[in-house]
């Protein structure tokens, strides 16, 4: 039986008589073994296993939970349990009802919506507040349907009261919305569970016990959900610490509240902590326990031996931080992949990212993309790379592609002619062509037709008489390319201009800063924010545009700020492209955001950035967030380690001439002055 590996808490919480039950089960107390324990006590009973439910916010957490369960009982009988998320249980009940549903993912229901929206033609309305937008507007209509059960209309005045003159037109639109939705039998994910909820309302379901993991991550629907399921038990495992999910709809008050909503209600209270030493824990709870205390709960500590202190790092410049933490990581002993750098902004996880790579050390990035793998940051690689090895065709290629009217086929077409007319030199080809006639490209062809892969005639140099050009352009043989168009010569028209402004430019930083400011790069990332600032309409949102522009800015120059630390650019591209790779593919330094860190534990672990503004992040703070859900955010990452602990922060910011302070976190936890 899993029961024999508990604790007298978890013992005590598995084996609870049915009714009402709650564990508040703190991080690193073991919650999953408590589950595990409880479900094998129902087993143990001869509770009927089709009559347990067990919801989970991943399927992943709960086919290892059930794979636990299957340790002990035979898989015919474990197979048996219902299990899975909210919205996969829901799916799969309204299916083997035959259900008439078809289920849309959230991009094509948002296309639906738009179409809606845009018959009103609310943006020529003469008001005195601008109406949302059709995209944020249904983004609310989402997050209304997991967050209250009241209407729309009084849920969305009570935010947002100057809409008050808007309020019939919006729900004219949710309206039309569900009609034609209905009409198809389309449903969204939130739907799952309404209509989950209204036919269990009407029909009930036989549940012996329904088992909710992380319940302080539920929302109104989901509470309203387990409610209309109206099991004989109730088992709900959560800590009201860990709630860090509200701006996707999480309510904390359901697991606040539970003593009072359900009759006969008792709570557990999981106290010894396996995972921490006795100062992070101490640390944590510092800070924590300026929240409210909504049960009362002291952790105790399990772990003995070798205690070191949590470590704060504090550094004067920003990107001084990243580099230093980068050192520390690379003289530790610790194995890398027991090792997380954890953030809570994605900025921050650039600049960490970007300092291991330029120490070989390998990295993998969960809750953001990779600052490597951003489309920006590879153009600026890609030019760098052909600067130093001419024969890169991949390079060149990945470069030209953003010319309009040149794709793959034309641009390898294109490095194939300038390395023949520079005579086996690219630059030479580009620059100072010395052959003018046009290669042959390919050598099954009649010679007498044309030199490309096609049967078209040589391209005419008259043909680009009205582009304003200078005479050096006009008459290289380049232009002679039939596919050549006047968008793809501007494209190399910039190139062009590009590269000889660069000529004796040695340094890779300072390379780098001719190329951002460049007219080519402005025209690359002019095409990369358009692209992400493209509704599904394609209309393009200003606003999303301008700060696409800021964010490839700021990737910009953090690269051009490793660059300063090279005299090479050979030695600075094989830094960034080579980094780590000699290690196999998956280990490296886990990079995390808070949000993706949870569930997790490291020996060692470094939270970032820990200033005033950033975390505390008082943007988000300011878009209905709040200091308290932050510092749960904060508690969440410190009790990720398990040994040792670092805490850093910055004073400057040199690219943004930002100064900081520290985080009111750090003054809570002890560790600087307020």
């Not at 991949?394 to 309009?404: L, V």
């Not at 005479?471 to 050549?484: A, D, M, N, V």
Request: proline residues 3%; aromatic residues 10%; charged residues 25%.
């Amino acid at each position: 039986m899993p029961l024999s590996s508990l604790n007298s808490e978890q013992l005590s919480a598995a084996t609870a008589p049915m009714g009402n039950n709650l564990i508040i089960a703190s991080a690193g107390t073991g919650k999953t073994s408590t589950i595990v324990g409880r479900i094998g006590q129902l087993l143990h009973n001869g509770v009927d296993p089709s009559k347990i439910l067990l919801l989970t916010f991943t399927n992943k957490a709960a086919g290892e939970m059930l794979a636990r369960v299957g340790r002990y009982f035979d898989s015919s009988i474990v197979k048996k349990i219902e299990s899975g998320t909210f919205h996969a249980v829901s799916y799969r009940w309204l299916k083997e009802m035959n259900a008439n549903i078809t289920l849309k993912q959230p991009s094509e229901l948002k296309t639906l919506f738009r179409s809606v929206y845009e018959k009103r033609h609310i943006q020529r309305l003469n008001l005195d507040t601008d109406a949302f937008s059709a995209t944020y507007l249904y983004e609310q209509y989402s997050l209304y349907q997991n967050a209250s059960l009241d209407g729309f209309d009084v849920w969305f005045l009570e935010k947002y009261p100057d809409h008050k003159m808007l309020i019939d037109i919006y729900m004219n639109i949710i309206d039309e919305f569900e009609e034609t939705k209905n009409r198809y039998a389309f449903v969204s994910f939130n739907d799952l569970l309404l209509k989950m909820r209204e036919h269990l309302l009407e029909h009930g379901r036989d549940l012996t016990e329904v088992l909710v993991d992380e319940y302080q991550d539920t929302n109104t629907l989901q509470s309203a959900l387990i409610d209309s399921m109206n099991p004989k038990s109730l088992f709900c495992v959560g800590d009201y610490d860990q709630s860090i999910y509200a701006f996707n709809g999480a309510n904390i008050q359901n697991i606040a509240t539970f003593g009072k909503r359900y009759s006969n209600a008792t709570v557990f209270t999981l106290d010894k902590n396996y995972r921490s030493s006795a100062s992070i824990l101490s640390l944590a709870n510092r800070v924590i326990e300026r929240n409210e205390r909504i049960y009362p709960k002291k952790l105790v500590v399990t772990k003995t031996g070798k205690n070191q202190a949590p470590k704060l790092l504090h550094y004067n410049e920003l990107f001084d931080q990243y580099q230093s933490i980068a050192r520390t990581i690379k003289q530790t002993y610790t194995p890398i992949n027991d090792i997380a750098v954890i953030f809570r902004n994605n900025a921050s996880a650039d600049g960490i990212e970007a300092s291991l790579r330029e120490l070989g050390i390998p990295s993998k990035r969960k809750g953001g993309n990779s600052f490597f793998e951003a489309k920006e940051v590879k153009f600026l690689l890609d030019i760098c790379a052909l600067l130093i090895n001419p024969k890169d065709m991949m390079a060149f290629i990945h470069i030209f592609e953003y010319g309009k009217g040149i794709g793959s086929a034309l641009a390898k077409e294109m490095f194939e002619c300038f390395v023949h007319f520079g005579e086996n030199n690219l630059f030479m080809g580009l620059m100072h062509p010395r052959v003018f006639n046009l290669p042959k490209l390919n050598p099954n062809k009649n010679l007498q037709l044309g030199l490309f892969d096609d049967d078209t005639e040589i391209g005419s140099i008259t043909r680009f008489a009205h582009i304003n050009i200078n005479e050096r352009i006009r008459s290289h043989p380049i232009l002679k390319h039939p596919k050549l168009t006047g968008e793809g010569l501007e494209f190399f028209v910039m190139f062009h201009e590009f590269i000889q402004s660069i000529n004796n430019v040695k340094q890779p930083k300072t390379l780098l800063i001719k190329l951002i400011a460049s007219p080519l790069y402005k025209y690359v990332v002019n095409i990369l924010a358009t692209q992400r600032g493209k509704l599904k309409s394609g209309e393009i949102d200003e606003d999303k545009k301008a700060l696409a522009k800021e964010r490839i800015a700021r990737k910009a120059r953090l690269l051009s700020d490793l660059a300063s630390h090279y005299k090479e650019t050979r030695r600075f591209v094989n830094a960034m492209l080579l980094g780590g790779n000699e290690l196999s593919e998956g280990d490296g330094v886990n990079l995390l955001s808070i949000h993706a860190s949870k569930g997790l534990e490291f020996t060692e672990v470094y939270v970032i950035d820990l200033m005033d503004g950033r975390f505390p992040n008082t943007k988000l703070m300011g878009k209905g967030g709040s200091l308290e859900e932050e510092r749960r955010l904060f508690y969440v990452a410190v009790t990720r380690a398990k040994e040792r602990l670092y805490l850093s922060f910055a004073k400057y910011d040199k690219v943004k001439k930002l100064d900081f302070r520290p985080s009111p976190f750090l003054v809570e936890a002890g560790l600087v002055k307020g």
